[in-house]
C-alpha cells in the first residue's frame, strides 16, 4: 500500500460533496480504443474537479501464478514503485506528493491496479510515471530484497498477528482443492525466498505489457490533448513476447461437506461457511448477491434478525459474495458470544439458509434490496478514481465498459423467485466447507 502528503485530500473531499449534488443515476460517458501496441484506453471527461485519475489495470492477479511461486503478483504490486531507468529508486511516490497528488495500488486474485490522483495540469507526469512501469522498471536485487521485508512485515500485521488472521487463507485452501483461487494474494514467503532474479524477470516481461493492461484515465482531462499524451508516452511500447497463461481449470464441485477446526488465540468462537457461487458477470450471480444482501444487507438482514437479535447466540453475523472472475465463493460468518456453543450459531445460520430455499421473499423486501442497489451505483460513481476504476474492470472481467451504465439492469430484473431458486442451487450443505476458529488454551490470550 501506498502513503501520501494530503494537500489533495481537502479538494477530494470538496470534489465528493459537489458530485453528491449532481443528478442521480447519470450517464457516465467515455471513448474508448486501442493502441497498436495492444493497450487498451477509456477516457472519461469531467469538469467538476480540477482533478484527474490515471489508472493502469493489468491482468495478473494470484490465480495467474505458478503453484511454487505464489505472491508474486501480489510482490510486483510494493517491487514496482522501487522506480526505473529513469526514476531514481525510492523516488515515484515524490513525484506525485511533490505534485500535490496522491498514488496508491492493490493486488487482487485477478488483477493488479495502479492509480495517481493528480491535480489536472499533471495528467501528462501521471502518464509518465505508468508508461515507466510499464516499460522501464528497474527489476535489481536490492529492490526484491527491500519488498521481500516489506511483504513479510505486512504478512505478520495483516495475517499473522491480526485477530482471525487466518480466516480467509484457511477458508479459499479448503474451499479449492485445483483452481489457484485456494491461496490469497499474500502468498508464501517461502515461495517468494526461493525466487531468482531471472523468475521476478519472467513475471514482469510476461505479464506487464501493454497487450494485458487497461489504461483507465478519469476527471479533468481534454480528449484529444489526453489521446496525443498517450500516444507520446504508451505508443512506442512493444507487445510481450510471451503467451500470457490464463489458469483454464475447472473447480470440481464437492459432493461432501468439508468441515474442520482452526485453534488459535482468539478468544471469541468463529463460525465461517463458504458456499462455492458463480463467476461474477454471470446470470445466477445477481441473485446470488441479492440473496446475500437478504442474508446481511443491514440490521434487519436475516442473520442479524435470528442470530443476534433474537436468539442473542453472537456478536455479529453476515454474509457477502466474494465475487471472482471465475467461480467464487459466498463467505457466511459469525462471532459467538461469550460461553456459546459454535454448533448453536452454526445451527441457527442454517436455518436461515434452508428458509430462503423455502420461500420467496415479499416484494417489498426485494424492493428495499432495488433501492439500496441503486444507491450503491450511484454513489459508486461519485469520485473520479471510482469510475476509472469500474471502467477498467468491466472491460477486462466482461469485454464491456459500459457495463458502468447497465450492470444496474441486470440487479433490477433479479426477482423472488430467482433468489429462492439461487439459493436452491448453490447453497447446498453438501457443497459446504464450514470451520471453527477456537481459542487455544495454551496460548496466551
Same mark, same amino acid.
Given at each position: 500500500?501506498?502513503?501520501?502528503?494530503?494537500?489533495?485530500?481537502?479538494?477530494?473531499?470538496?470534489? /465528493? /460533496?459537489?458530485?453528491?449534488?449532481?443528478?442521480?443515476?447519470?450517464?457516465?460517458?467515455?471513448?474508448?480504443?486501442?493502441?497498436?501496441? @495492444?493497450?487498451?484506453?477509456?477516457?472519461?471527461?469531467?469538469?467538476?474537479?480540477?482533478?484527474? %485519475?490515471?489508472?493502469?489495470?493489468?491482468?495478473?492477479?494470484? &490465480?495467474?501464478?505458478?503453484?511454487?511461486?505464489? @505472491?508474486?503478483?501480489?510482490?510486483?504490486?510494493?517491487?514496482?514503485?522501487?522506480?526505473?531507468?529513469?526514476?531514481?529508486?525510492?523516488?515515484?511516490?515524490?513525484?506525485?506528493?511533490?505534485?500535490?497528488?496522491?498514488?496508491? %495500488?492493490?493486488?487482487?486474485?485477478?488483477?493488479?491496479?495502479?492509480?495517481?490522483?493528480?491535480? #489536472?495540469?499533471?495528467?501528462?507526469?501521471?502518464?509518465?510515471?505508468?508508461?515507466?512501469?510499464?516499460?522501464?522498471?528497474?527489476?535489481?536485487?536490492?529492490?526484491?530484497?527491500?519488498?521481500?521485508?516489506? $511483504?513479510?512485515?505486512?504478512?505478520? +500485521?495483516?495475517?499473522?498477528?491480526?485477530?482471525?488472521?487466518?480466516?480467509?487463507?484457511?477458508?479459499?485452501?479448503?474451499?479449492? #482443492?485445483?483452481?489457484?483461487?485456494?491461496?490469497?494474494?499474500?502468498?508464501?514467503?517461502?515461495?517468494?525466498?526461493?525466487?531468482?532474479?531471472?523468475?521476478?524477470?519472467?513475471?514482469?516481461?510476461?505479464?506487464?505489457?501493454?497487450?494485458?493492461?487497461?489504461?483507465?484515465? %478519469? @476527471?479533468?482531462?481534454?480528449?484529444?490533448?489526453?489521446?496525443?499524451?498517450?500516444?507520446?508516452?504508451?505508443?512506442?511500447?512493444?507487445? @510481450?513476447?510471451?503467451?500470457?497463461?490464463?489458469?483454464?481449470?475447472?473447480?470440481?464441485?464437492?459432493?461432501?461437506?468439508?468441515?474442520?477446526?482452526?485453534?488459535?488465540?482468539?478468544?471469541?468462537?468463529?463460525? $465461517?461457511?463458504a458456499y462455492p457461487i458463480p463467476a461474477q458477470g454471470t446470470p445466477d450471480y445477481y441473485a446470488v448477491d441479492l440473496l446475500n444482501q437478504?442474508?446481511?444487507?443491514?440490521?434487519?438482514? =436475516?442473520?442479524?434478525?435470528?442470530?443476534?437479535?433474537?436468539? +442473542?447466540?453472537?456478536?455479529?453475523?453476515?454474509?457477502?459474495?466474494?465475487?471472482?472472475?471465475?467461480?467464487?465463493? !459466498?463467505?457466511?460468518? %459469525?462471532?459467538?458470544?461469550?460461553?456459546?456453543?459454535?454448533? +448453536? $450459531?452454526?445451527?441457527?445460520?442454517?436455518?436461515?439458509?434452508?428458509?430462503?430455499?423455502?420461500?420467496?421473499?415479499?416484494?417489498?423486501?426485494?424492493? &428495499?434490496? &432495488?433501492?439500496?442497489?441503486?444507491?450503491?451505483?450511484? !454513489?459508486?460513481?461519485?469520485?473520479?478514481?471510482?469510475?476509472?476504476?469500474?471502467?477498467?474492470?468491466?472491460?477486462?472481467?466482461?469485454?464491456?465498459?459500459?457495463?458502468?451504465?447497465?450492470?444496474?439492469?441486470?440487479?433490477?430484473?433479479? !426477482?423472488?423467485?430467482?433468489? =429462492?431458486? /439461487?439459493? &436452491?442451487?448453490?447453497?447446498?450443505?453438501?457443497?459446504?466447507?464450514?470451520?471453527?476458529?477456537?481459542?487455544?488454551?495454551?496460548?496466551?490470550?
Open positions: 500500500m501506498r502513503f501520501t502528503s494530503s494537500l489533495l485530500l481537502v479538494t477530494l473531499s470538496l470534489g /465528493a /460533496a459537489s458530485v453528491c449534488g449532481q443528478s442521480e443515476a447519470r450517464q457516465i460517458e467515455f471513448t474508448e480504443f486501442d493502441l497498436d501496441n @495492444g493497450l487498451h484506453v477509456i477516457l472519461h471527461e469531467d469538469h467538476s474537479t480540477p482533478l484527474v %485519475a490515471v489508472t493502469v489495470l493489468y491482468h495478473v492477479g494470484s &490465480k495467474n501464478e505458478r503453484d511454487d511461486r505464489t @505472491g508474486m503478483a501480489h510482490f510486483f504490486e510494493h517491487l514496482l514503485f522501487e522506480g526505473s531507468e529513469n526514476i531514481a529508486r525510492g523516488e515515484f511516490d515524490s513525484y506525485v506528493e511533490n505534485a500535490g497528488g496522491i498514488l496508491n %495500488a492493490n493486488t487482487s486474485q485477478d488483477r493488479t491496479f495502479y492509480y495517481e490522483l493528480l491535480p #489536472s495540469n499533471q495528467l501528462e507526469l501521471g502518464l509518465w510515471l505508468e508508461s515507466e512501469r510499464m516499460l522501464h522498471a528497474k527489476i535489481e536485487q536490492i529492490g526484491i530484497d527491500t519488498q521481500n521485508e516489506v $511483504v513479510k512485515e505486512e504478512k505478520r +500485521q495483516r495475517y499473522d498477528n491480526q485477530p482471525y488472521g487466518q480466516l480467509l487463507p484457511a477458508t479459499m485452501a479448503l474451499a479449492y #482443492s485445483e483452481h489457484p483461487y485456494q491461496w490469497t494474494p499474500i502468498g508464501s514467503m517461502e515461495h517468494l525466498d526461493a525466487s531468482t532474479h531471472a523468475d521476478f524477470m519472467e513475471f514482469y516481461n510476461t505479464f506487464y505489457v501493454p497487450e494485458n493492461a487497461t489504461l483507465s484515465i %478519469a @476527471g479533468d482531462l481534454n480528449i484529444a490533448e489526453a489521446k496525443s499524451l498517450i500516444a507520446k508516452y504508451f505508443s512506442d511500447i512493444p507487445r @510481450g513476447v510471451r503467451n500470457i497463461p490464463r489458469p483454464t481449470v475447472v473447480e470440481p464441485m464437492r459432493t461432501a461437506e468439508v468441515r474442520d477446526t482452526i485453534y488459535g488465540k482468539d478468544r471469541l468462537p468463529l463460525v $465461517v461457511q437478504v442474508l446481511s444487507g443491514g440490521e434487519s438482514a =436475516r442473520l442479524n434478525q435470528r442470530v443476534v437479535e433474537n436468539d +442473542q447466540l453472537a456478536l455479529y453475523c453476515g454474509a457477502f459474495s466474494f465475487g471472482l472472475e471465475d467461480p467464487g465463493v !459466498t463467505l457466511a460468518f %459469525a462471532m459467538c458470544n461469550m460461553g456459546i456453543d459454535p454448533s +448453536q $450459531v452454526e445451527e441457527a445460520m442454517n436455518d436461515e439458509v434452508e428458509r430462503m430455499k423455502r420461500e420467496v421473499i415479499s416484494e417489498r423486501e426485494l424492493q &428495499k434490496l &432495488k433501492n439500496q442497489i441503486e444507491y450503491d451505483f450511484v !454513489t459508486g460513481n461519485q469520485s473520479m478514481a471510482g469510475i476509472a476504476e469500474s471502467l477498467a474492470n468491466y472491460h477486462t472481467y466482461f469485454g464491456d465498459a459500459n457495463l458502468i451504465n447497465t450492470e444496474i439492469e441486470r440487479y433490477l430484473a433479479v !426477482t423472488p423467485e430467482d433468489i =429462492r431458486e /439461487a439459493a &436452491k442451487k448453490y447453497y447446498e450443505s453438501e457443497k459446504r466447507v464450514t470451520l471453527y476458529f477456537l481459542h487455544d488454551p495454551k496460548t496466551q490470550p
